[in-house]
């Protein structure tokens, strides 16, 4: 059974050392505290009693398309299935808002692909993604691996 629950409130701050903790060794990007409550509906975790032990993210970006990212898992409860339980949410929820098509910049591209992602040239993606890059602190230096993901083919 899925373990894996909306983000609420309370849970912010766990969430946001469970991401920066792997930013500050360069593994993921870093997320203030303010997006995190702005962006709060668009978080799932994953809770062992009251500790966040594992977050994702499922961001819409347009009317066919969203972003699966900051899916991160606390070092001791890695290799469990969690973070493939977060990504499951995400595309199942994507796929419930009628999405089909759901990509992800990240420095784990494999293990994407075990979720059926597959490689894409960063500039075929739509203009309208490019608008979180402008935040980004790497732009336009960006060092991830692009990846998408198309549930018409896939299911
Ligand atoms: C990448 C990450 C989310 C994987 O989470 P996880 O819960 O350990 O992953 P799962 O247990 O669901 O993995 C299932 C399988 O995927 C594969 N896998 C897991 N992490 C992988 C990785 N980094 N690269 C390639 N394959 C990976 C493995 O085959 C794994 O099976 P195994 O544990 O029996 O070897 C986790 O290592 C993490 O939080 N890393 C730091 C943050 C990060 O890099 N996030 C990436 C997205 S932005």
């Avoid at 050392?17 to 593994?27: H, M, S, T």
Wanted: charged share 30%; aromatic share 10%; with cysteine.
């Amino acid at each position: 059974m899925s373990q894996v629950e909306k983000a609420k409130i309370p849970d912010v701050p766990q969430i946001h050392k469970l991401i920066n903790d792997y930013a500050a060794r360069g593994e993921m990007l870093a997320r203030p505290l303010s997006e995190l409550y702005e962006d709060i509906r668009d978080y799932f975790v994953i809770k062992e009693g009251e500790t966040v032990v594992a977050c994702g993210v499922l961001h819409v970006s347009w009317s066919d398309l969203a972003e699966v990212r900051s899916i991160a898992v606390a070092e001791e409860s890695k290799h469990k299935g969690l973070g493939s339980e977060l990504v499951a949410a995400c595309l199942k929820e994507a796929k419930e808002l009628g999405i089909e098509t759901v990509f992800c910049f990240t420095y784990q591209p494999d293990f994407f692909k075990q979720h059926k992602f597959v490689d894409i040239d960063k500039m075929e993606l739509p203009r309208k993604v490019w608008t979180d890059c402008f935040r980004c602190p790497k732009f336009p230096n960006c060092d991830e691996t692009a990846l998408i993901y198309h549930a018409e083919e896939t299911t």
